[in-house]
């Protein structure tokens, strides 16, 4: 297989226009607060320290062959009977329960949306074209995961076994198939949660695009990035710049505000970098009243925090992607009360993604199934530590981060 990176069209020559100065200028506290609220969704209280329970034991290493692409098979989801319209059969492909993450009371009613979207391909015997917002880079909390910045290891290679089969359950009921779009967020996100490393998410995405490419995807998946739409969004800065002030603002004037906020910071804990790498010491952050955090981690909390609200209210209300993809159906990894479709990344026995956690192998389904997609889901990495099973770390030869962790159930 090449290790040379190519670009599809859509992703060497990318262009998107520019929102006016006063839409931006526009943007009221209401408006803010509505997109805060459809935006984060957590019960996590500030001072409300988390109580992990991990087990210090050291953990054997053993060693193992890389794993081929052609190990991950293929399944196709059938959409449940009931309807003899191809685009509602379409739908229901998509939001099949192995695929579908949240509720499916939050589309419900935008459901007709949806429909129309689909209806317009089908119409036009055009791939059903999907858009997916991911894979910033991997995390540096060292309680999630073992892996440097840029690594792209076997959770990547689920995911894009996710999106296969998403793409091939369509094509079984619909010839053209479908096309989905991963818009990378690595860039936006550096300055937030990984130290201002730009260019290792650079790298990352990179990876991510030949790791497509080897797994035979490059015509079913484009990967873009966030940063190259936002280019051609001149005035996005200061929109976020002043939704960040009028956030820290309504963060102690109104409660709603004041709630979400809170957990938003809460959970940020968990995403920000561990200071020199320690895993005791992202456990030891995680399980302290945030009153009781120093001074310098809690305000790198808020300002983390109030970053990534603005960024994202700022996306929101300027309809970036939508603008970008119109007519495209969303989907999301945040499920939410909109006309979008959450989604799980690997598979739905997975409780993080695969950028933030590491795999974990369960040996008594890898032997029943003989499949380590179907034996395999995504942990953080302090889940691993608190189970009192004997655990192995599984590594490539000469790697040093885990390929995934096999449990002896």
């Known amino acids: 297989m090449s290790n040379k990176l190519e670009f599809t069209p859509l992703e060497e020559d990318w262009r998107f226009g520019t929102a006016s100065l006063s839409r931006i200028h526009n943007i009221s506290d209401v408006e803010i607060c509505n997109i805060l609220e459809g935006s984060v969704f957590s019960n996590d209280q500030l001072d409300s320290p988390r109580k992990i329970n991990v087990l210090y034991h050291e953990i054997p290493v053993v060693f193992c062959d890389p794993i081929h692409p052609d190990d991950l098979e293929i399944n196709i989801r059938k959409a449940p009977k009931g309807s003899n319209d191809l685009s509602e059969r379409i739908l229901n492909t998509i939001t099949h329960k192995e695929f579908r993450r949240g509720s499916t009371k939050l589309f419900e009613p935008f459901k007709n949306i949806l429909l129309n979207r689909i209806r317009t391909f089908v119409n036009a015997k055009r791939p059903i074209h999907i858009v997916l917002p991911t894979l910033p880079s991997k995390g540096q909390n060292s309680a999630r995961n073992d892996h440097s910045i840029d690594d792209v290891s076997l959770g990547e290679m689920l995911f894009f076994a996710q999106l296969r089969d998403i793409v091939a359950s369509i094509?079984?009921?619909?010839?053209?198939?479908?096309?989905?779009?991963?818009?990378?967020?690595?860039?936006?996100?550096?300055?937030?949660?990984?130290?201002?490393?730009?260019?290792?998410?650079?790298?990352?995405?990179?990876?991510?695009?030949?790791?497509?490419?080897?797994?035979?995807?490059?015509?079913?998946?484009?990967?873009?990035?966030?940063?190259?739409?936002?280019?051609?969004?001149?005035?996005?800065?200061?929109?976020?710049?002043?939704?960040?002030?009028?956030?820290?603002?309504?963060?102690?004037?109104?409660?709603?505000?004041?709630?979400?906020?809170?957990?938003?910071?809460?959970?940020?804990?968990?995403?920000?970098?561990?200071?020199?790498?320690?895993?005791?010491?992202?456990?030891?952050?995680?399980?302290?009243?945030?009153?009781?955090?120093?001074?310098?981690?809690?305000?790198?909390?808020?300002?983390?925090?109030?970053?990534?609200?603005?960024?994202?209210?700022?996306?929101?209300?300027?309809?970036?992607?939508?603008?970008?993809?119109?007519?495209?159906?969303?989907?999301?990894?945040?499920?939410?009360?909109?006309?979008?479709?959450?989604?799980?990344?690997?598979?739905?026995?997975?409780?993080?993604?695969?950028?933030?956690?590491?795999?974990?192998?369960?040996?008594?389904?890898?032997?029943?199934?003989?499949?380590?997609?179907?034996?395999?889901?995504?942990?953080?990495?302090?889940?691993?530590?608190?189970?009192?099973?004997?655990?192995?770390?599984?590594?490539?030869?000469?790697?040093?981060?885990?390929l995934y962790y096999l449990v002896k159930d």
């Open 171 to 402: 094509k079984k009921i619909y010839e053209p198939g479908a096309k989905i779009t991963v818009i990378t967020d690595g860039i936006i996100y550096a300055d937030m949660f990984r130290n201002n490393n730009t260019p290792s998410a650079i790298n990352y995405r990179n990876k991510c695009m030949l790791l497509r490419d080897q797994m035979g995807l490059r015509d079913q998946i484009d990967i873009i990035d966030m940063d190259w739409i936002l280019q051609g969004e001149a005035h996005f800065p200061i929109l976020r710049n002043y939704i960040h002030e009028r956030l820290l603002y309504l963060w102690e004037k109104n409660p709603e505000t004041k709630r979400r906020m809170d957990s938003l910071a809460r959970g940020m804990i968990f995403n920000l970098p561990t200071p020199g790498g320690r895993f005791d010491k992202a456990i030891e952050a995680a399980n302290t009243p945030f009153r009781e955090l120093s001074m310098t981690f809690q305000e790198k909390i808020k300002f983390t925090a109030l970053r990534y609200a603005a960024c994202i209210i700022g996306l929101t209300y300027l309809q970036v992607i939508e603008r970008a993809f119109p007519g495209a159906i969303r989907v999301t990894v945040h499920p939410k009360p909109a006309s979008q479709i959450g989604l799980h990344l690997v598979n739905s026995k997975s409780t993080v993604f695969p950028y933030h956690g590491v795999v974990l192998v369960s040996e008594k389904e890898l032997k029943l199934t003989k499949s380590i997609r179907k034996s395999s889901r995504i942990v953080n990495l302090y889940d691993v530590m608190s189970l009192n099973k004997y655990v192995e770390k599984v590594c490539l030869k000469g790697d040093k981060s885990s």
